[in-house]
């Protein structure tokens, strides 16, 4: 019997989830929007926009993770949540004094929260859910979110359009409040972490990685990949509007559609587990991202840039339904906040990278010579996956020390330290 029908606490924190989802949709559409039609940005301020997003992952990424294993995590995430939907609300509220200063500001603050919230979630979700539970729970909450995505993309598009970019980001506001009222509802509480302080905890997580040759090889493929997959968004809704001419409303509706493709592969990569989680991997990250090249085309129509972006969405959902339900089956409980935090660093690290990356090349080489280059990228980072044992296997390992013999003995080491 599914689980948003027999556990509440999962049912409460999947409808905080979607709506929270919901709202940051319509928020990566509105920002950039912001900056274009009230700020005139240049291409390059709006990947340095996107850039500032998610640069707290390099600054305070490795920190978090560790103090995260020490706490509990659902008042971390009751708190970032507040602090994320005050944040958003302040930019309407700014009306002539916004800056693309200010929104640079806004955006890193904001996504400072994002990086508490996100390792407190990613490690408070194993704890709530039993363990033959993970996969279920996995493809719902990435499947929702997809889905959640699709319809925020949308609406944020037609908010734009009929009510102005910064108050289409009072949606986002919002939508905070809402999952920190979902969040405070759970009866369910955790136990009090018996984890100590000590110097070497980020040392801990960073040996984890390093270590294990199946979270080194996904670490290292997760950077390449956002590195790729973040050059291209960040200029992509400048792209629809300056070459391919299109209306922000159609923008969004387009957006949305193409990450339509992320309810469908929250589904292949839950029904692909059965014929061999290494398989399921190589066919979402490499065999479906290849269709990214068809995006730079969607400057001649715009069917090119959906089918492209759908593929994208489609491989990218279903392997992170394949690497979760890995990962939390694979790692000790008292080591999940600083791997996150670890692969997460590494990871999210690339993607203000890429951000910038994406918008000098926009700015100097043109809008579609830059995304030939950023989407090529994207099925290129498969190789990673290919270069590993993951190549050799069916499935992957389901328990520290199985799999290839002799790369997890250091990891071994630190979960019994």
């Not at 294993?69 to 602090?83: F, I, K, N, Q």
């Not at 890193?108 to 363990?131: R, S």
């Amino acid at each position: 019997m599914s689980l948003l029908r027999t556990h509440r606490d999962f049912r409460l924190f999947w409808v905080g989830e979607t709506i929270n989802r919901f709202g940051s949709a319509t928020s990566s559409v509105a920002l950039p929007l912001v900056a274009i039609s009230r700020l005139d940005a240049t291409t390059f301020e709006v990947g340095l926009l996107t850039a500032a997003s998610w640069a707290p992952w390099l600054l305070i990424g490795l920190p978090t993770g560790a103090w995260v294993d020490r706490v509990r995590r659902r008042p971390v995430m009751l708190v970032s949540s507040a602090v994320s939907g005050l944040l958003l609300a302040a930019v309407p509220l700014a009306g002539g004094l916004l800056t693309i200063q200010l929104l640079l500001i806004v955006a890193a603050l904001v996504g400072a929260a994002g990086v508490v919230f996100q390792t407190a979630y990613t490690a408070y979700l194993p704890t709530l859910l039993d363990p033959a539970d993970h996969a279920e729970g996995n493809a719902k909450l990435h499947g929702s979110a997809s889905a959640a995505q699709i319809a925020g993309l949308g609406c944020g598009g037609l908010l734009v359009q009929f009510a102005g970019a910064a108050n289409a980001l009072l949606v986002d506001a919002a939508s905070f409040l809402v999952a920190l009222a979902c969040l405070a509802a759970i009866q369910f509480r955790e136990r009090r972490t018996d984890v100590p302080r000590r110097a070497g905890a980020i040392r801990e997580g960073v040996r984890l990685v390093a270590h294990d040759v199946w979270l080194r090889t996904l670490t290292i493929f997760g950077a390449v990949s956002n590195l790729a997959l973040m050059g291209y968004q960040a200029i992509v809704v400048v792209f629809l509007v300056r070459e391919a001419g299109l209306t922000a409303a159609t923008v969004g509706t387009l957006v949305a559609a193409a990450s339509s493709g992320g309810v469908a592969g929250a589904f292949v990569g839950r029904q692909t587990i059965r014929f061999g989680t290494a398989r399921a991997l190589l066919l979402c990250e490499l065999g479906l991202p290849t269709l990214a090249l068809l995006i730079p085309l969607g400057g001649t129509s715009p069917w090119f840039y959906l089918v492209g972006a759908f593929g994208v969405s489609l491989g990218v959902v279903g392997g992170n339904v394949v690497k979760a339900t890995f990962l939390q089956s694979y790692c000790p409980p008292e080591l999940f906040g600083r791997l996150t935090a670890t692969t997460a660093f590494v990871n999210y690290g690339t993607i203000p990278l890429g951000a910038l990356l994406g918008g000098t090349l926009g700015q100097y080489l043109g809008l579609t010579t830059a995304l030939w280059i950023t989407t090529a990228g994207v099925p290129l980072a498969g190789l990673v996956l290919l270069a590993s044992p993951i190549r050799r296997r069916r499935d992957l390992p389901t328990h520290q020390g199985t799999g290839v013999p002799g790369t997890t003995a250091d990891s071994s080491r630190i979960r019994t330290a």
